[in-house]
């Protein structure tokens, strides 16, 4: 459940979510991840390093 856009300056940032989880599950350095993706600015950088993906979590207490 990542945010589509910075808390802080509105920039859309979920474009390029995906890419970055890939590039880090394959052991890439998160600091080159977020260069090459080109997010630049501190604010959008915090919202990758500190966001933390539930999805999984949730999913075994969905009721039906």
Known sequence: ?????CFTCGAVIADV???????V???KDKE????????????CRRM??????I???LIKYKRF
């Open 17 to 23: 979510y995906d890419k970055y989880i890939e590039d």
């Open 1 to 5: 459940m990542f945010p589509v856009r």
């Open 55 to 57: 999805t999984d979590t």
């Open 32 to 43: 080159k991840i977020l260069n090459e993706l080109e997010v630049s600015r501190y604010c």
């Open 48 to 53: 990758f390093v500190s966001g933390v993906d």
């Open 25 to 27: 599950k394959a052991g």
